[in-house]
């Protein structure tokens, strides 16, 4: 199986910064792509930041140029600064990760358990 652990996150003041990372461990031949969603209070999750192994990046329209996302590719490990940080930016943040476990299987999505980002005014 394939884990995710979340770290960071937490209580942040608007125009401040916090600092994400989500490790991915267990029987992993390869990481595909990582990235993060997040989930506020009677809100859909929406796609936060992506990154692929070739390390191209994509993110949502409201986080460009505040956020970046990194991917350790060696260690399976992803980033996310989060800079400016805004009250809207408040909500659960999720990591993913696509995973190859083995030759024999196929590429799978895995999500962590989430970690919450509080940003007051």
């Known amino acids: 199986q394939v884990q995710l652990v979340e770290s960071g996150g937490g209580l942040g003041q608007a125009g401040g910064s916090l600092d994400l990372s989500c490790a991915a461990s267990?029987?992993?031949?390869?990481?595909?792509?990582m990235g993060w969603y997040r989930q506020a209070p009677g809100q859909q999750r929406e796609l936060v930041a992506q990154i692929t192994r070739g390390q191209v990046r994509n993110y949502q329209d409201s986080v460009k140029g505040r956020f970046t996302i990194d991917m350790d590719k060696v260690n399976n490990i992803a980033y996310l600064r989060m800079n400016s940080l805004k009250p809207e930016d408040t909500a659960v943040y999720y990591c993913t990760a696509d995973v190859q476990m083995t030759d024999h299987e196929d590429i799978r999505t895995y999500w962590g358990q989430g970690t919450q980002v509080t940003v007051s005014s």
């Open positions: 267990g029987t992993i031949l390869r990481v595909y792509t």
